[in-house]
T-cell receptor, first 113, second 111 residues
Framework: GAGVSQSPSNKVTEKGKDVELRCDPI?????LYWYRQSLGQGLEFLIY????????KSGLPSDRFSAERTGGSVSTLTIQRTQQEDSAVYLC???????????FGDGTRLSIL | EDKVVQSPLSLVVHEGDTVTLNCSYE??????LLWYKQEKKAPTFLFML????IEKKSGRLSSILDKKELSSILNITATQTGDSAIYLC???????????FGKGTKLTVNP
């Protein structure tokens, strides 16, 4: 497809389990971003990649959160030992280059039981 | 603390009305302001504004930035039910690529 693709669209898991969320950016986009959208919190930045490197990880809320990007394309966001407060919609965006509009995927709705 | 404030928080209008949504900001080293429309899932990009006083237009939607007043407005003319959505304002700062979002304005257009 032409847009940012995220999978799974929904994920329900038990507290304490690890989860992996995947993002496939728009073809040719060099920058990739992860955000989290919680009820009442709005959209919060987590991390961004330029190519395969992550110059800004300042938004990751704890060391249970990590992300990687390989081949300058697909990225995975991993949450270890999930907690109930991790429940949110995780949105991925990509842009052609830095300082260009970011285009979002539909997100992964994560529910921690 | 840097912040982005949108008003009103919610708005209900009838089809055909014109609406104006507001976004004000207090940030250091402002670089750009963006507007997004969020219906059920992905926020959809509308406009990116970097220069003061230059209107950007797309069909019935338009937006303008006022750097002196540290604000932007999004206008929608002849509203339609399909315009019902949450409209998000976000900005970027020099030296950072992250978007800082406001809480959004929920627009409901009734037939």
């Amino acid at each position: 497809g032409a847009g940012v693709s995220q999978s799974p669209s929904n994920k329900v898991t038990e507290k304490g389990k690890d989860v992996e969320l995947r993002c496939d950016p728009i073809s040719g986009h060099t920058a990739l971003y992860w955000y989290r959208q919680s009820l009442g919190q709005g959209l919060e930045f987590l991390i961004y990649f330029q190519g395969n490197s992550a110059p800004d990880k300042s938004g990751l809320p704890s060391d249970r959160f990590s992300a990687e990007r390989t081949g300058g394309s697909v990225s995975t966001l991993t949450i270890q030992r999930t907690q109930q407060e991790d429940s949110a919609v995780y949105l991925c965006a990509s842009s052609l280059d830095l300082n260009q509009p970011q285009h979002f995927g539909d997100g992964t709705r994560l529910s921690i039981l | 603390e840097d912040k982005v404030v949108q008003s009103p928080l919610s708005l209900v209008v009838h089809e055909g009305d014109t609406v104006t949504l507001n976004c004000s900001y207090e940030v250091t080293n402002f670089r750009s302001l963006l507007w997004y429309k969020q219906e059920k899932k992905a926020p959809t990009f509308l406009f990116m504004l970097t220069s003061s006083g230059i209107e950007k237009k797309s069909g019935r939607l338009s937006s303008i930035l006022d750097k002196k007043e540290l604000s932007s407005i999004l206008n929608i003319t002849a509203t339609q039910t399909g315009d019902s959505a949450i409209y998000l304002c976000a900005l970027t700062q020099g030296g950072s690529e992250k978007l800082v979002f406001g809480k959004g304005t929920k627009l409901t257009v009734n037939p």
